[in-house]
T-cell receptor
């Protein structure tokens, strides 16, 4: 079945440093989604990438989707303490039933040292 | 934005008890709902996909007689953990999607289940 690998598992950065998490799928994806889960909370949707080579920005966050639609990255510039949490990528492919399941990566837990 | 309510948020019960968890989409009609299980410091593992009006599709290794899913309406899905045992203790979380296309999933707050 489809597998989504995500690295690193943990990342500790000093406030103000940059942060990147990488995601790789064993199969070509129809789209990739990114979620953020704060400690004790539930995953919150950040963004969806659909097109090959797509790049999207949300303030200090930059999301990329690879040309082959098998890998993706999330880069945070100048991290802040509010960025703390676990970032998950999730690959989507249509199922036979017509609904779109997500296969989640293991997540990257970001700690920001003030 | 889309809101998904999950209830209860925390359950502690004795071994052998059946526990029902509700997932409601409050401001949209959810054609598809997903049930996940999350172990501490790990990712979300999809348990089953539930489409309104049809039987749930379970992932490999998930016992359908153990984890009963009912998608009663476009705004409500329930997960019942039958005859729960300590190994069923986990964080269960649902998500809901509008439509059948590549829509983001909106997650409930999750239910922490502890079986004594």
């Amino acid at each position: 079945g489809q597998q989504v690998m995500q690295i690193p598992q943990y990342q500790h950065v000093q406030e103000g440093e940059d942060f990147t998490t990488y995601c790789n799928s064993s199969t070509t994806l129809s789209n990739i989604q990114w979620y953020k889960q704060r400690p004790g909370g539930h995953p919150v949707f950040l963004i969806q990438l659909v097109k090959s080579g797509e790049v999207k920005k949300q303030k200090r966050l930059t999301f990329q989707f690879g040309e082959a639609k098998k890998n993706s990255s999330l880069h945070i510039t100048a991290t802040q303490t509010t960025d703390v949490g676990t970032y998950f990528c999730a690959g989507s492919n249509p199922t036979g039933a017509g609904s779109y399941q997500l296969t989640f990566g293991k997540g990257t837990k970001l700690s920001v040292i003030p | 934005g889309a809101v998904v309510s999950q209830h209860p948020s925390w359950v502690i019960c004795k071994s052998g008890t059946s526990v029902k968890i509700e997932c409601r989409s409050l401001d949209f009609q959810a054609t598809t709902m997903f049930w996940y299980r999350q172990f501490p410091k790990q990712s979300l593992m999809l348990m089953a996909t539930s489409n309104e009006g049809s039987k749930a599709t379970y992932e490999q290794g998930v016992e359908k007689d153990k984890f009963l899913i009912n998608h009663a309406s476009l705004t409500l899905s329930t997960l019942t953990v039958t005859s729960a045992h300590p190994e069923d203790s986990s964080f269960y979380i649902c998500s809901a999607v509008w439509g059948y296309s590549n829509q983001p999933q909106h997650f409930g707050d999750g239910t922490r289940l502890s079986i004594l």
